[in-house]
């Protein structure tokens, strides 16, 4: 099939765009957009012809489910079955915006959208075309990253073709999403909240407007205990990977550098790549030595980390060394990510 690119970055004929975008996931389709997190690929949730056909484009495992995206906090009412309390507040303090909630699902959510479990997951983006979209569209959109499964989530439209191209009905370009990392799960249909996959709402965000919250143990630790499994599917499965062998070097950075360059000198004849930041990069030697932002501003890592990854892929990086981040707050998220793109490949210095 041939994918149609829609131009939407200058904010023209954007009435247009969105109406034919909505003509397709009404009939049936495909089609990318972005949202403030990464690109989504979208379909209509509650079409159980239509969501075989995501899962098919991005190769996807059928057992991981996909989140409905709703435009107004009233079109939940149909796809879940109840709305505990803490959803409210939590849907008041974030939505619209990087936040899914996992609900007991109603009856018209197909299993195929759920990946056979009871319940949905389901999330209000703030980004402008992916509300109006959704809302064109008049029904619950499913959508995952709009990356082959296993790649780095999408941050452009490039992205997004480069693994989709041929696969799709559509691609909304909506130029460069503002965060970067996909929403934070937060799973509301036990007793205590418990965070599935963490993202730019952090524990203590959540915290602060609920109370008590949890993280799932299996993504507590950021390197895997193979005894616990992740409630979120999705968790489990490698992730984000580059083509290339990464190892994430954590430390004070004088010492990574010092570590990874030397690193560097005994991988002659390969092509060798650094994950820096602003304040690391003119020190290394490698072939490719990309900063992925200022270690004084974790919001620039999170945004430009999986393009980041990518770029290590477009110019054939085949052995990758990163710096680690601080783990609190974002830099959580940031390296839960990063410990899967590296497949937990992690050197203490
Ligand atoms: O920011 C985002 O959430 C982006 C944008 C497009 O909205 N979407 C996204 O979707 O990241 P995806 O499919 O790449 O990741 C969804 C994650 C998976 O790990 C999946 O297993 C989990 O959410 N999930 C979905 N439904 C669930 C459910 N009912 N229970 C537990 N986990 C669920
Ligand atoms: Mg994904």
């Known amino acids: 099939m041939k994918t149609e690119y829609v131009d939407l970055r200058d904010g023209k004929d954007v009435k247009e765009g969105l109406y034919k975008a909505a003509e397709i996931i009404k009939t049936g389709g495909l089609v990318a957009f972005p949202t403030e997190t990464v690109y989504g690929l979208g379909a209509n949730g509650l079409d159980e012809n239509a969501v075989p056909k995501i899962y098919e484009a991005k190769g996807r495992p059928s057992d991981n489910p ?12 149909n796809i879940v079955k109840e709305i505990p309390d803490v959803a409210f507040v939590l849907a008041d303090e974030f939505w619209p915006g990087p936040l899914t909630m996992v609900f007991k699902k109603s009856d018209i959510v197909p299993y195929r959208t759920t990946g056979g479990l009871e319940s949905v997951a389901v999330r209000m983006p703030s980004n402008k075309i992916a509300r109006e979209l959704i809302k064109t569209a008049g029904v ?16 452009k439209a490039d992205h997004v073709l480069s693994d989709l191209d041929g696969k799709i009905d559509m691609v909304i370009d909506g130029g460069t999403v503002d965060i970067g990392l996909e929403s934070t799960i937060v799973d509301v249909t036990g007793e205590v909240p418990v965070i599935l996959r963490p993202g730019f709402i ?14 799932d143990d299996a993504v507590k630790n950021l390197s895997p205990d193979k005894d616990l499994k992740p409630k979120a599917p999705g968790m489990k499965y490698r992730h984000y990977a580059p083509q290339g062998k990464m190892t ?6 004088e010492k990574v550098v010092k570590i990874i360059n030397e690193e560097t000198a005994k991988s002659e004849g390969k092509k060798t790549a650094v994950l820096a930041t602003d304040e690391t990069k003119r020190y290394y030697k490698a072939d490719i030595v990309i900063s992925v932002g ?12 999986f393009d980041t990854l990518r770029s290590f892929d477009d110019m054939g990086a085949e052995i990758i060394f990163s710096e680690g981040f601080d783990e609190s707050r974002l830099g959580f998220a940031i390296m839960n990510r990063l410990h899967k793109s590296a497949g937990y490949n992690i050197v203490n210095v």
Do not use: W
């Not at 709703?70 to 009412?77: L, T």
């Not at 499913?142 to 082959?148: D, K």
């Not at 200022?294 to 980390?305: K, P, W």
């Open 66 to 77: 996909l989140i409905l995206h709703i435009s107004e906090f009233d079109e939940i009412e």
């Open 140 to 155: 619950p959109v499913a959508a995952p990253s709009a990356n082959s499964s296993g790649r780095p989530s999408p941050t």
């Open 202 to 215: 952090t524990e203590e965000m959540l915290s602060e407007a609920i109370g008590r919250v949890k993280t």
């Open 248 to 253: 994430i070097y954590k430390g004070k950075p």
């Open 294 to 305: 200022s270690r004084e501003d974790s919001e620039s890592i999170a945004h430009n980390l």
